[in-house]
């Protein structure tokens, strides 16, 4: 089970960490991405880290997100800064037994969390 926490309003400019917990022992042994959804868009990969560390992002947030996991507490963060109106969406937490950037690959999903940016 995957669970997504620490959207929220915020303004341009600010930032925000998405939180993803997992249950289970084996979450060590997944990649895990993020990816978002937009009103009105087609769901899109946002970034992963896979189970060694190594990070793949999309353009459209590189330089501005930074994913990263910690195994003790079987959790993955995304850090996001320089937020703009065009962040706005439902940013969903999802693993893969290896690294990857396509939905198709990611097995389980959590719900989603919502990230609401205002100009």
């Known amino acids: 089970q995957l669970v997504e926490s620490g959207g929220g309003l915020v303004q341009a400019g600010g930032s925000l960490r998405l939180s993803c917990a997992a249950s289970?022992?084996?979450?060590?042994?997944?990649?895990v991405g993020w990816f978002r959804r937009a009103p009105g868009k087609d769901r899109e990969f946002v970034a992963v880290i896979s189970r060694s560390g190594a990070r793949t992002y999309a353009d459209s947030v590189k330089g501005r997100v930074t994913i990263s996991r910690d195994n003790a507490k079987n959790t993955v963060y995304l850090q996001m800064n320089s937020l703009s109106p065009e962040d706005t969406a439902s940013y969903y937490c999802?693993?893969?037994?290896?690294?990857?950037?396509?939905?198709?690959?990611?097995?389980?999903w959590g719900q989603g969390t919502q990230v609401t940016v205002s100009s």
């Open positions: 289970g022992r084996t979450f060590s042994t997944y990649a």
């Open positions: 999802a693993v893969a037994r290896y690294i990857a950037v396509t939905a198709a690959d990611f097995d389980y």
